[in-house]
């Protein structure tokens, strides 16, 4: 008698860690992609609990910059300044199956700065690339990867 109740223990367990493994991994591939939004960078900085800079005061290039967010960090903010007269165009994607997927489309003005948040952006990894009417590009880009909102 004692074995049966065993078993029947045995199998409920097994059934219920069997469920439960199956909810954790739709919940990762159910993961909305990532999104975009301008911040007004002139309201006080939110320090997260775990968070570093992933580009660091970095110069700006008709190349483009990208950097990989690691995972287990949700969300990124980028600076960029444009150190010159014409209008930065700045253009922000990822990588999604080889193909670059634009989340965000803007402009800088001459001499100004531009500060953008990104949610859902653990695992993933990021292009930034910029023109000018002129083809010339002159400024820094800064990421700073967190673990929570910023």
């Not at 993961?31 to 960078?41: F, M």
């Not at 500060?115 to 400024?139: E, P």
Request: hydrophobic share 40%; no cysteine; charged share 15%.
């Amino acid at each position: 008698m004692k074995l049966k109740r065993f078993k029947r223990s045995f199998f409920i367990f097994a059934v219920v860690v069997a469920l439960m493994s199956l909810s954790s991994v739709s919940a990762v591939a159910d993961s909305p992609p990532p999104s975009a939004t301008v911040v007004d960078s002139s309201l006080p900085e939110i320090i997260p609990f775990t968070d570093f800079l992933v580009i660091d005061n970095a110069n700006l290039n008709n190349g483009g910059n990208s950097w990989s967010q690691p995972s287990g960090y949700d969300y990124a903010r980028l600076y960029i300044s444009n150190s010159q007269s014409p209008t930065l165009n700045v253009y922000l994607s990822y990588d999604l199956n080889g193909s670059k997927q634009n989340i965000y489309t803007g402009t800088v003005s001459a001499n100004g700065t531009l500060t953008i948040n990104v949610t859902h952006a653990s695992g993933h990894v990021f292009y930034v690339d910029y023109n000018t009417a002129d083809g010339t590009v002159s400024g820094k880009i800064s990421v700073r990867a967190s673990d929570v909102p910023l």
